[in-house]
């Protein structure tokens, strides 16, 4: 009897993630508000700015909206894995990815989003490289290319482990 119960209530208090994954649905909101104000900034004065600032504000796009499509992954795949199925009905628009992505294959597109992020961060440093010390610049790269290697690794126990 209270095996029975602690087991039920402890299968509930999955239910006490939803609201952590709704709260991720408000950062995307967030960041949806930040793009569109780094936008507006940019757009009146795209004439008069140098191409290498304009090429920077557009990687800190590109960076932001691979942040919301890693932010709507995680959110739609970690509520679908450890939550309930998402009911969806069948004439609607439904992501491919939605229902075949557990946590595993989820991780390794968190690393691969990382690295991602990390290389256009890392790119938009090398455009500013002139303004930038070497030993700062060293570090840059040190890290990126920790998540390169952890990133690989991830996927290789990943290979390794399903075979």
Do not use: C
Not at 3 to 29: H, N, Q
Not at 33 to 54: G, M, N, S, W
Not at 109 to 126: E, G, N, P, Q, R
């Amino acid at each position: 009897m209270i095996e029975k119960l602690l087991e039920r209530a402890m299968y509930a208090s999955r239910w006490l993630l939803a609201p952590l994954y709704f709260g991720l649905s408000l950062t995307v909101l967030a960041l949806v508000l930040k793009f569109f104000q780094e936008l507006a900034h940019i757009l009146p004065h795209v004439f008069e700015i140098a191409e290498t600032d304009l090429i920077l504000t557009i990687l800190s796009l590109i960076d932001m909206a691979l942040v919301g499509g890693l932010l709507v992954m995680v959110m739609l795949s970690s509520y679908e894995n450890f939550v309930s199925q998402l009911d969806i009905d069948e004439g609607s628009e439904k992501l491919s990815w939605l229902g075949k992505m557990d946590s595993s294959s989820l991780k390794n597109k968190v690393a691969a989003s990382i690295v991602a992020i990390s290389s256009i961060h890392l790119l938009k440093i090398f455009m500013n490289a002139q303004n930038i010390d070497y030993v700062h610049l060293k570090w840059y790269v040190i890290i990126h290319m920790t998540f390169v290697a952890s990133a690989f690794a991830m996927g290789l126990l990943d290979k390794l482990t399903k075979h």
